[in-house]
T-cell receptor, first 109, second 116 residues
Framework: SQQGEEDPQALSIQEGENATMNCSYKTSINNLQWYRQNSGRGLVHLILIRSNEREKHSGRLRVTLDTSKKSSSLLITASRAADTASYFCANYNNNDMRFGAGTRLTVKP | KAGVTQTPRYLIKTRGQQVTLSCSPISGHRSVSWYQQTPGQGLQFLFEYFSETQRNKGNFPGRFSGRQFSNSRSEMNVSTLELGDSALYLC???????????????FGPGTRLTVL
């Protein structure tokens, strides 16, 4: 079974707009990671945030973590058509990685 | 460094057959994990190997097995294939730095298995 749940399941925006995806999880975590997957291919790691961090930035990506609410959000600013992909949150707990169901992001040119 | 490679990329089998998938991790990575991805169940953890030992196993039947060699390359085997085993099988490697923190995983392109 999956550990996390992403919200929304699908998101469609115009190029240049911001995209926000949320992730909730059920148990305590060591860290939480976000991955991107282009259609039917392998996942690419985007960013890792540790349980004692609240916010992290990487280029156009901003991730927040609220351990009290067991939730995280991924913000992609100034989106591009190339950002079209599925985005997954994953957390490491008890020595295995659990992935959420993913958010399918479509960025229209 | 070369990325994670998986072979074969595509595979078609029939029910009852067995299949072996191969994964070569990034040079220097000692941890290899396997995942099954299906539209219905999403990404599910199969197992993880480190230094030729299985460290963790997901909730899959015994038909799914794996192993890791001394050069960190890994194989997974599925015996008595069922239609529901049709999926994208992803391998990921990771530099291992201890149980208190878990590094990012580097994924291969996957093997698309179709069971007829």
């Amino acid at each position: 079974s999956q550990q996390g749940e992403e919200d929304p399941q699908a998101l469609s925006i115009q190029e240049g707009e911001n995209a926000t995806m949320n992730c909730s999880y059920k148990t305590s975590i060591n860290n939480l990671q976000w991955y991107r997957q282009n259609s039917g291919r392998g996942l690419v790691h985007l960013i890792l945030i540790r349980s004692n961090e609240r916010e992290k930035h990487s280029g156009r990506l901003r991730v927040t973590l609220d351990t009290s609410k067991k939730s995280s959000s991924l913000l992609i600013t100034a989106s591009r058509a190339a950002d079209t992909a599925s985005y997954f949150c994953a957390n490491y707990n008890n020595n295995d990685m659990r992935f959420g169901a993913g958010t399918r992001l479509t960025v229209k040119p | 460094k070369a990325g994670v490679t998986q072979t074969p990329r595509y595979l078609i089998k029939t029910r009852g057959q067995q299949v072996t998938l191969s994964c070569s991790p990034i040079s220097g990575h000692r941890s290899v994990s396997w995942y099954q991805q299906t539209p219905g169940q999403g990404l599910q953890f199969l197992f993880e190997y480190f230094s030729e030992t299985q460290r963790n196993k997901g909730n899959f039947p015994g038909r799914f097995s794996g192993r890791q060699f001394s050069n960190s390359r890994s194989e997974m085997n599925v015996s008595t294939l069922e239609l529901g085993d049709s999926a994208l099988y992803l391998c990921a490697s990771s530099p291992y730095s201890g149980r208190s923190s878990y590094n990012e995983q580097f994924f291969g392109p996957g093997t698309r298995l179709t069971v007829l």
